[in-house]
């Protein structure tokens, strides 16, 4: 297997997110999780570009802050029906991939790429599948935010998409 840089794939899945390819998202992430079971690093390294991207977005909409006091970033959960749930209440993937990206909101960055570790510990499709569509999910959802708010964001994601 040839490993592609981890932006052009994160790009690509932000791309089949958005136009709601499932074929091809499909086959990328059963690409990934093969890569995975042959010990190689290719989803881990994607996945932690989305995270770092998407941390970077939420720096950038959260405004600029007030001189040297430290922030904290903590995130609320919802469920399908919107109603408020426990870190303790997702599946460990999602569960590991939230922690990866409150330790990148607040500037651990070796622990973020731990917990991608772990979110990806299971080198199965449905583990896979479950990481990428979260971050995916969280990722279209702050591009778009910060489209619609003329908000910078990294441009290697993919080009601005006009307000809806």
Same mark, same amino acid.
């Given at each position: 297997m040839t490993e592609q840089h981890p932006r052009t794939v994160? !790009?690509?899945? +932000?791309?089949?997110?958005r136009r709601n390819n499932d074929e091809s998202m499909v086959l990328e992430l059963a690409r990934l999780t093969a890569d995975r079971a042959n010990g190689g690093r290719e989803a881990y390294s994607v996945a932690?570009?989305? +995270?770092?991207a998407l941390a970077r977005m939420m720096f950038t909409a959260s405004g600029p802050q007030n001189g040297g006091d430290e922030q904290t970033y903590g995130l609320e959960l919802t469920n399908d029906d919107d109603q408020e749930i426990t870190i303790d209440e997702a599946s460990p993937p999602v569960r590991a991939a939230v922690r990866a990206l409150l330790a990148e909101l607040n500037e651990h960055h070796e622990d973020a790429e731990f917990q991608v570790d772990l979110a990806l !510990?299971?080198?199965?499709f449905k583990a896979t599948l479950e990481v990428y569509a979260h971050v995916l999910l969280w990722t279209v959802e702050m591009l778009d935010w910060c489209d619609t708010n003329h908000v910078a964001r990294p441009h290697w994601l993919g080009p601005v998409v006009s307000p809806r």
């Open positions: 994160a !790009r690509q899945l +932000v791309e089949y997110m932690c570009e989305l +995270v770092a !510990r299971e080198a199965t």
